[in-house]
């Protein structure tokens, strides 16, 4: 347990801060396109690693997906250490007062950062902006939203093979054809987004002499959440009915594509409504997503067992279209809370 804590302390740092890297290094007009390919890995990572460890395990030792996994973090260090570099850059410094940067060893341990950090916040100040970017209305509602309707991607994906087991007689190896499924989902939820949500975009600025409110982003939530909440009733109706595991699998990648859509548009708003605060509002978005599956993962098999799965997953495609609510209310009265609210005014010395 020890273990994993440490592992998922660090290993959040590439879902927390991706809109933060992202917004250092593209354009506004390039951003969600940027998302979409960041968030696609992002959401498609919890499938991929059961894919291939129900593969290992059906001939291998329980230890070698692990030592795997192993061998991609110290691949993805070396590839960082070998060819990334820093982001970060403080436009409202002049050009002739940027402080040095250093050589490439003092960049990649942080000294160089570490000379200039009287040009940067506190420890306390930057600990205050997390707080300060939360109580803002926008992404507090923007949160609680995503947890409500992300929390059972993760509940079906660390549950999955307790329900599939023993209902299609399946071993690890069909298992884990069985998560070929969310990747493809993944992937098509990708593909779509790519040219979706700047046609959402585009077509509002089009129709409004070139201004452009972050609210239109959620227009996208609004498409893609049907598609979720039909998924999650459908995967109730298969479990209890004994449909087809073809069928489960379809219904299964109707919810994951369409929390792929979702995640983008809801990661592009709040992005584009506070884009000082790229990566604040990434690490809460993040939050909410890890906190609300994980909660999920504890009372899923028990909620089954007790309810049946077509009316735990009914309740579950309820929540969801529940949930919808909040969305609706960004988009009616997002613009008057962020005035309301006011900006964020960080404190930078």
Known sequence: MAARILNGFFSTVSQAGGLMFIKDMFFFHEQARKINIWASFIVMSPYVGPLFAAFMT???????????????????????????????????????????????????????????????NTFGQACWRTVSVLLKPIVALSCVFYALTFAWAVGINTTLAIFVTPLYGFGPKQVGFFYFTPVVAVALGEATGHWLHDALAKQYIRSHKGHFEPEVRLRAVLLAMPVVIVGLVLIGQCFENQWY???????????????????????????????????????WLNMARTVGGFIVSYFQVRWAEAQGTKQSFGIQAGICGGAILFIVALIVWGKRLRIWAGPLNFATT
């Open 58 to 120: 059906e001939t291998l030792h329980w230890s070698v997906p692990f030592w795997v996994y192993f061998g991609m973090n110290v691949l993805g260090m070396a590839l960082v250490v070998a060819f990334l570099e820093e982001t970060y850059y403080d436009r409202t410094i002049p050009s002739d007062q940027q402080p040095a940067r250093g050589n490439r060893f003092a960049r990649l341990i942080g000294t160089a950062q570490w000379k200039s950090r009287h040009l940067r």
């Open 245 to 283: 595991f073809m069928a489960t699998s379809v219904c299964w990648g109707l919810y994951v594509f369409g929390m792929m859509i979702t995640t983008v548009a809801l990661s592009s708003y709040c992005l584009d409504s506070y884009p000082e605060a790229s990566g604040e509002v990434s690490a």
